[in-house]
């Protein structure tokens, strides 16, 4: 841990026009000014001036570069991978749901919040495996989907992946067609520590 740099003389000046209207509590003493550090001298005009035109002079050395450090962005929730045997059983249908989420026919509010409540549900049982029922996308133009079927299907990646189980969420696949096909998904929940 650094030692604190002090204040500037700007900064105790400031603070000490701050501490002349503070009124200490009763059987206390008001604090002590704070002492400015000393701080090494600006350089002039005329010795900057200087140091440019004399170019054997000790060339400045360049700041690193403090960018934060970003992690790479999780892959999106439908595209993570899963190891090749839940992979191999999902696409034969081999393992069967622990729980199942039926939102079709549901309005878009009411999908969202049984798809929260739902997952909810299904964690607090150990489920691994959900069944998201969400209804067959109709083939229709994109400016007729407002009101027709296949909302709640172009909308749940959406929500899942702001919602507040998308750190449990190991990975999205559509579902086989003996659980419902395309209008279906499995949500596979990462095994609770």
Do not use: C
Request: charged share 25%.
């Amino acid at each position: 841990m650094k030692p604190p740099r002090g204040l500037s003389a700007d900064e105790a000046e400031l603070w000490a026009r701050v501490a002349r209207t503070v009124t200490p509590l009763a059987g206390r003493k008001a604090p002590a000014a704070a002492r400015p550090i000393a701080t090494p001298p600006k350089a002039s005009d005329a010795s900057l001036s200087k140091a440019l035109a004399n170019p054997t002079a000790t060339p400045l050395r360049p700041q690193p570069d403090h960018a934060p450090v970003r992690k790479p962005a999780p892959p999106p929730l439908d595209r993570q991978t899963l190891n090749s045997s839940w992979e191999r059983k999902l696409g034969r249908a081999a393992v069967a749901p622990d729980f199942t989420l039926d939102l079709h026919g549901a309005s878009l509010d009411a999908a969202h919040s049984r798809l929260d409540h739902g997952l909810a549900q299904a964690r607090a049982m150990g489920a691994r495996l959900v069944l998201v029922i969400t209804g067959k996308p109709r083939p229709t133009e994109a400016a007729d989907r407002a009101g027709s079927r296949g909302v709640i299907r172009a909308k749940i990646l959406d929500w899942l992946a702001a919602g507040p189980h998308s750190g449990v969420i190991a990975a999205i696949r559509p579902a086989h067609r003996r659980h419902g096909g395309a209008g279906a998904l499995y949500i596979v929940l990462r095994r609770a520590r």
